[in-house]
């Protein structure tokens, strides 16, 4: 079965620090990965895409994937209490998207 | 900014009865998901559709789901009979075509089974 594993946290930072949200998935062929925020009772909204070995930017969110590793990760910069939210983590393979059960994340002010 | 539509965004039912979810996708998006997800954890795929066709629908309780897409634009999810293990977020999302592009999420439907 093909899986994609999130630490569930909650992952607590100060606010202002890089929080760093990690995912790993289990399908070799997996070309496409996404990272969604939620806020608790809203639904999905896509923050990141990455296709690629290496890293991607934008903004305060840098997305890095090392498919040797079947590892992606999602790192915020100067976080802020509006960050709090659970972030999903997904992985394409085929006609498929599968969801991590998420890693809820909590800055403090 | 194009949204994905769904309605309605809250619905209480008992068991027993029927209930239907409508979804209206970006415009031009040719695949259409729905998904459900319990509190807790990630959503899980229903149904997936390419234009008027099902994709994937290997996770649907066909026995009290179903779902289409007639026109290849807007779909209807329903259920019947709902039973209390149903209650959950339902989501619908669509995307340019295929699972490999972005895919972008409805406001959901918050079901309550009672």
């Known amino acids: 079965q093909k899986e994609v594993e999130q630490n569930s946290g909650p992952l607590s930072v100060p606010e202002g620090a890089i929080a760093s949200l990690n995912c790993t998935y289990s399908?070799?062929?997996?070309?496409?990965f996404f990272w969604y925020r939620q806020y608790s009772g809203k639904s999905p909204e896509l923050i990141m895409s990455?296709?690629?070995?290496g890293d991607k930017e934008d903004g305060r969110f840098t997305a890095q994937l090392n498919k040797a590793s079947q590892y992606v990760s999602l790192l915020i910069r100067d976080s802020q209490p509006s960050d709090s939210a659970t972030y999903l983590c997904?992985?394409?393979?085929?006609?498929?998207?599968?969801f991590g059960g998420g890693t809820r994340l909590m800055v403090k002010p | 900014e194009a949204e994905v539509a769904q309605s309605p965004r809250y619905k209480i039912t008992e068991k027993s009865q029927a209930v239907a979810f409508w979804c209206d996708p970006i415009?031009?998006?040719?695949?259409l998901y729905w998904y459900r997800q319990i509190l807790g954890q990630g959503p899980e795929l229903l149904v997936q559709?390419?234009?008027?066709?099902?994709?994937?629908d290997s996770q649907l309780p066909k026995d009290r789901f179903s779902a289409e897409r007639l026109k290849g634009v807007d779909s209807t999810l329903k259920i019947q009979p709902a039973e209390l293990g149903d209650s959950a977020m339902y989501l619908c999302?669509?995307?340019?075509?295929?699972?490999?592009?972005?895919?972008?999420f409805g406001p959901g439907t918050r079901l309550t089974v009672t």
């Open positions: 559709f390419q234009d008027e066709s099902v994709v994937d």
């Open positions: 997904a992985a394409n393979a085929g006609n498929m998207l599968t």
């Open positions: 399908d070799r062929v997996s070309q496409s």
């Open positions: 990455i296709y690629s070995n």
């Open positions: 415009s031009g998006h040719a695949t």
């Open positions: 999302a669509s995307s340019l075509a295929g699972a490999r592009y972005e895919q972008y």
